[in-house]
C-alpha cells in the first residue's frame, strides 16, 4: 500500500478504519463482559422466572371464590398451607381453599391470583378476603423476564450492567464477546523519565503517558507502559517487547521529521507497512499509523496538545473498532459559541473548551490558558472547525464533541 503523507482528517480515518480488524472472539464470564460487544447474538437456555410465581406476600386463591369480595362482603377461605421462595409445590388448591404465599414463592397448582396481605384478616385456620384478584393478580409468570430460546442481545450490541444481568437470568455463565486491545505505550525522549523518579533540571515526567493509558482505562482498554530513551537498539528492542504481548501500539514523541526523532525511522528498519504520516489535523499533525505484524502501531507528537488530540480523533477510534464498538467516542451537543475562534481553513482545527449555562442554554467557552497541561485537564468538549471553514463566530450554535 501506498503511503500517505499530509492528508486530511477524514482520510486519516478512512486509512485507519480499512485497515484495523476486530480482534478474534473469545467466551468469558457474564460477570466479566460489561462493556464489550457481544459477538453474536445470544440467546436464553432457560425461562427466567422458571415457574410463575407471587408478586406480593398474601395468599393464593382460585380467582373466581372471591369475585364478590369486598370490604362489606367479605369472603372466607381454608388455609391448605404455606409457600416460601425456594419451598417445593407439592399442594394443589382446591375451590374454597387458600394457600398462604410469600413473594418468590411459586404458585401452587388450582390458584391463579394472589391477594395482597392487607386485604386479608386471618382467623384461625381461615383467611377472609375484602377484595378480588381477577386471575393473573400478583403473579410473575414463567418467562415473563425472558424466554427460553429467546433473543437477550444481537450481534454487535454492547452489553450493560443490566444486559448481564439479564444474561445470566436467561442461564448463560459465558458469553462470546469482542474483547477489549491490550495496548502498548512507549514514551521516548532523552529528557523524559517515568513518575516517581527524580527530576533533573532539563526533564519532564511522562505526563503524557500517564494521560494516554488513563484514557485506555476509560474506556475499558488495559496495557502496559515503557518509557525509552531517543536510542535506536532501545526503541527497536522495546517497540518488539511490547507488540509481542499487545495487540496495538502507541508511541508518545519522536514522530515529525528531524534528525532525532527516531520513532517513525526504527519503525521503517523494523519493517512496518505505513499507511500515513503527517495529517491536517490542528493540534495533533504529526501523527501516523502503520501496521507491524497484523498489529496497529499509532505514532503520536510529543507535545501534549498534540498527542491527546491525535490519540482521540484518530488512534482512540481505531481502538474502538478493534472491540467492535462504534468508532465515534465522544457524543456531539449543540451549543452557543461564546468566543470567536480562527483556524487554518487547510486544516481540520479543535480548541478545548469548558461549558457553562447561561439562561437556560449551554455555551462553550473556549480555553486560553498558558498551561497547555492544565487547559487539557480542565476541557469538557472539544470545538472543531472543519477543514475549508476559516472562523466560527460567537453567538452562533455549534455542534462540540462532549468529553465529559
Not at 73 to 98: F, H, M, W, Y
Not at 290 to 304: Q, R, S, T
Request: one cysteine or more; proline letters at 7%; hydrophobic letters at 40%.
Amino acid at each position: 500500500m501506498a503511503r500517505s503523507y499530509d492528508i486530511g482528517l477524514k482520510e486519516a480515518l478512512s486509512l485507519t478504519f480499512g485497515a484495523i480488524r476486530v480482534l478474534k472472539p473469545a467466551p468469558m464470564p457474564v460477570h466479566e463482559v460489561c462493556g464489550l460487544v457481544a459477538a453474536e447474538d445470544l440467546r436464553a437456555v432457560v425461562d427466567c422466572p422458571s415457574a410463575t410465581s407471587s408478586l406480593r406476600d398474601g395468599f393464593a386463591v382460585v380467582s373466581s371464590d372471591i369475585t364478590q369480595a369486598s370490604r362489606e362482603n367479605g369472603i372466607p377461605l381454608r388455609i391448605s398451607g404455606t409457600l416460601a421462595a425456594g419451598d417445593p409445590t407439592l399442594k394443589t388448591v382446591q375451590p374454597g381453599e387458600t394457600v398462604e404465599i410469600l413473594t418468590g414463592a411459586v404458585i401452587p397448582k388450582g390458584a391463579d391470583a394472589v391477594v395482597s396481605v392487607e386485604f386479608t384478616e386471618r382467623r384461625g385456620d381461615k383467611v377472609i378476603c375484602f377484595r378480588d384478584a381477577p386471575s393473573g393478580c400478583n403473579l410473575l409468570f414463567q418467562g415473563s423476564d425472558v424466554a427460553k430460546e429467546g433473543l437477550i442481545v444481537k450481534r454487535g450490541q454492547a452489553l450493560t450492567p443490566a444486559l448481564t444481568g439479564l444474561l445470566a437470568a436467561g442461564g448463560l455463565d459465558r458469553v462470546k464477546v469482542c474483547p477489549h486491545p491490550r495496548v502498548g505505550i512507549v514514551a521516548t525522549g532523552d529528557e523524559v523519565i517515568a513518575p516517581g523518579h527524580s527530576l533533573k533540571p532539563g526533564q519532564l515526567y511522562a505526563s503524557n503517558m500517564v494521560t494516554l493509558y488513563s484514557w485506555l482505562r476509560y474506556f475499558g482498554m488495559s496495557g502496559e507502559t515503557s518509557v525509552v530513551r531517543d536510542h535506536p537498539h532501545e526503541l527497536e528492542k522495546t517497540f518488539q517487547k511490547l507488540l509481542s504481548k499487545n495487540d496495538a501500539l502507541l508511541t508518545s514523541g519522536g514522530a515529525w521529521k528531524s534528525e532525532r526523532d527516531l520513532t517513525t525511522r526504527i519503525l521503517d528498519e523494523m519493517g512496518w507497512e505505513m499507511l500515513f504520516h503527517r495529517v491536517r489535523l490542528g493540534p495533533g499533525k504529526a501523527v501516523a499509523l502503520g501496521i507491524l505484524d497484523g498489529k496497529p502501531i499509532f505514532c503520536l507528537p510529543g507535545g501534549p496538545p498534540s498527542n491527546e488530540m491525535a490519540f482521540l480523533q484518530i488512534a482512540l477510534p481505531g481502538l474502538l473498532q478493534m472491540a467492535g464498538k462504534p468508532n465515534a467516542p465522544f457524543p456531539f451537543k449543540k451549543v452557543r459559541l461564546a468566543e470567536e475562534v480562527r483556524g487554518d481553513v487547510t486544516w481540520t482545527q479543535f480548541f478545548q473548551a469548558s461549558l457553562e449555562k447561561r439562561g437556560g442554554e449551554w455555551w462553550a467557552i473556549p480555553h486560553h490558558m498558558k498551561s497547555r497541561i492544565q487547559s487539557q485537564a480542565r476541557a469538557q468538549a472539544l470545538i472543531r472547525i472543519p477543514e475549508g471553514v476559516q472562523c466560527l463566530t460567537p453567538g452562533n450554535i455549534i455542534d462540540v464533541q462532549i468529553l465529559f
